[in-house]
């Protein structure tokens, strides 16, 4: 699905939730499916910033909350300073740097069924679920590599 299509599916949605459309909403909207990076609300924010030079930081959050609230937008806290956001258009989950805080999302179809599953084991009545994997992405690693490499050559 193009992220053309993502974006008029989505502001189809919230017209039927008779939410206005601002410019901003659509920016904000636009640009978190655009942008797989799980940006931050200030990075949204400076992303946009000249786009909208009359839109706050306050504005960018007040959206992403409205977004969250529709469902479109999962907003992730890994207790550090910022959330991210994350645009949800199927179910996934997330693999996470632990030494940069690069977050990719993981498509894995097995698990689709977790909720159900953790019902039928434990009879808790499973409302949300998030699965996080961490571990150091190729690009650490290859630091990492490089690093090790040169402290033994001198």
């Known amino acids: 699905m193009t992220s053309n299509h993502l974006v008029a599916q989505s502001i189809e949605k919230l017209k039927r939730a008779h939410i206005r459309i ?21 990075e949204i924010y400076q992303a946009l910033a000249s786009r909208f030079p ?12 409205l977004f969250t609230k529709v469902g479109f937008v999962d907003e992730m806290n890994y207790g550090d300073a910022s959330s991210r956001f994350d645009f949800t258009s199927a179910q996934h ?27 039928n084991l434990t009879g808790f009545e499973v409302n949300r679920h998030r699965l996080e994997i961490y571990g150091i992405c190729p690009e650490c690693q290859q630091k ?8 033994f050559s001198e």
């Open 144 to 151: 990492r590599e490089e690093t090790t490499h040169s402290t």
């Open 93 to 119: 989950y997330h693999a996470i740097c632990e030494i940069c805080g690069r977050i990719e999302d993981l498509y894995y179809p097995g698990l689709e069924d977790i909720g159900e599953v953790t019902t």
């Open 54 to 65: 009359n839109m706050s930081v306050a504005t960018v959050y007040n959206n992403l909350r």
């Open 22 to 42: 601002t410019p901003q909403r659509h920016g904000i909207l636009e640009y978190l499916i655009e942008n797989d990076n799980h940006p931050t609300a200030d």
